[in-house]
C-alpha cells in the first residue's frame, strides 16, 4: 500500500468512525460529494485546501492524514505538546459543541478583538448558554489560549499540505512566504489572533510560555527550511539562526504594518519585500542558484 492509499485508507476510517453520511462529510468540507467519492476511489487527488478542510472537519492534523502519526517527520517543525489545539484530541468522535464553540469564539477575537469579546457574546453566536461556554472554557483566558492553539493547528496543516510534496528549499521557502502573508479571509483572521496574543503575552506573563513555545514551530519551520537549501547549494552558507531570525522579524513587521493599515503597505508590498530579502541575503551568492 502506498502513501496515497494509506491517505485514502485513513479517511475512511475518519468517515465510518464519526458515523456520518459522505453526503454530510462532503458538504462539511467544501467537497462536491462525486469528487469526494472519486478521491476515495483512487480517481483524483485530494488537494491541499482539501486536505487541511478534512483534518480540521475531524479533529486531527494533516501529517497524521499523510504520514500516520502527529509526530512524523515532515517539511514543517512538529508543535509541541503543549501548543496542540485540543479542540479534537486526535479522536474523530470528538465533542462537536466543544469545536463550534472554539471556532466561533476565534472568529469573535479576529473581529472584534479580545477585550471586546465577552462570555455571553460567545454563547449568543453560538445559540447557546454562558453556562455552556464555561463547562469548555472555564475563563476567557482559556478561550484565548485555545485561540492560540488552533492558529499553530492551522499554520502546521496548512505546511504540511502544501509543501509535502515540494522537495526544493528555494521554493518551499517562497511558498512558506506565501502562506503566510495576511491576504483576506482565513490567514487575516489568524494574524488578528496573533497581534493580540502578542499584546496579551506582553502585559501578561503567564501567557509567555505558550506564545514562544507557539512562535518557536514558526521559527523552526524557517531554521530548518534555510538549513535544507544550504545543505541543497541553494542557500549562501551562513548562520541559518541568524538568517531566520532577520526572515522572521521582517515578515512580523511588515505583516504588523499590513493589519493596522500603515499607508503604503500591502500585501503585494510585503510579497516583494521578503522575495528581495531572500533572494539577496539568504539565496544570493549560493552555487546552485545563480
Known amino acids: 500500500m502506498d502513501e496515497a492509499d494509506e491517505l485514502r485508507e485513513r479517511i475512511r476510517g475518519l468517515l465510518k468512525a464519526m458515523a456520518q453520511p459522505q453526503r454530510e462529510f462532503a458538504a462539511a468540507i467544501g467537497l462536491d460529494e462525486t469528487k469526494l467519492s472519486k478521491s476515495l476511489a483512487g480517481k483524483r487527488r485530494f488537494s491541499p485546501p482539501e486536505l487541511v478542510k478534512v483534518a480540521e472537519h475531524c479533529g486531527v492534523t494533516v501529517n497524521w492524514l499523510l504520514n500516520g502519526s502527529d509526530d512524523a517527520s515532515t517539511v514543517s517543525a512538529v508543535p509541541a505538546p503543549a501548543t496542540r489545539s485540543t479542540s479534537g484530541q486526535g479522536d474523530p468522535a470528538f465533542s462537536g459543541p466543544r469545536k463550534r464553540i472554539l471556532e466561533t469564539a476565534w472568529q469573535l477575537i479576529a473581529e472584534r478583538g479580545y477585550h471586546r469579546v465577552r462570555i455571553a457574546d460567545i454563547a449568543q453566536a453560538c445559540s447557546t448558554s454562558t453556562a455552556k461556554i464555561h463547562y469548555y472554557f472555564p475563563t476567557k483566558q482559556d478561550v484565548l489560549h485555545e485561540a492560540l492553539r488552533r492558529n499553530v493547528k492551522l499554520a502546521f496543516d496548512r505546511q504540511v499540505a502544501e509543501l509535502h510534496t515540494v522537495e526544493d528549499a528555494y521554493e518551499r521557502l517562497l511558498r512558506l512566504v506565501e502562506l503566510q502573508l495576511p491576504t483576506d479571509g482565513l490567514l487575516r483572521a489568524e494574524w488578528s489572533v496573533w ?37 541543497q547549494g541553494v542557500f549562501r552558507d551562513r548562520d541559518p539562526d541568524s538568517a531566520t531570525a532577520a526572515l522572521t522579524a521582517l515578515i512580523d513587521g511588515l505583516g504588523i504594518q499590513v493589519l493596522t493599515g500603515k499607508p503604503g503597505s500591502s500585501v503585494s508590498a510585503m510579497r516583494a519585500h521578503l522575495h528581495e530579502f531572500i533572494e539577496s541575503t539568504i539565496a544570493g551568492g549560493a552555487s546552485g542558484h545563480e
Open 195 to 231: 497581534l493580540q496574543v502578542w499584546n496579551e503575552s506582553a502585559l501578561n506573563p503567564e501567557l509567555r510560555s505558550l506564545y514562544w513555545d507557539s512562535y518557536n514551530r514558526w521559527y523552526r519551520t524557517i531554521a530548518m527550511t534555510i538549513r535544507s537549501g544550504q545543505e
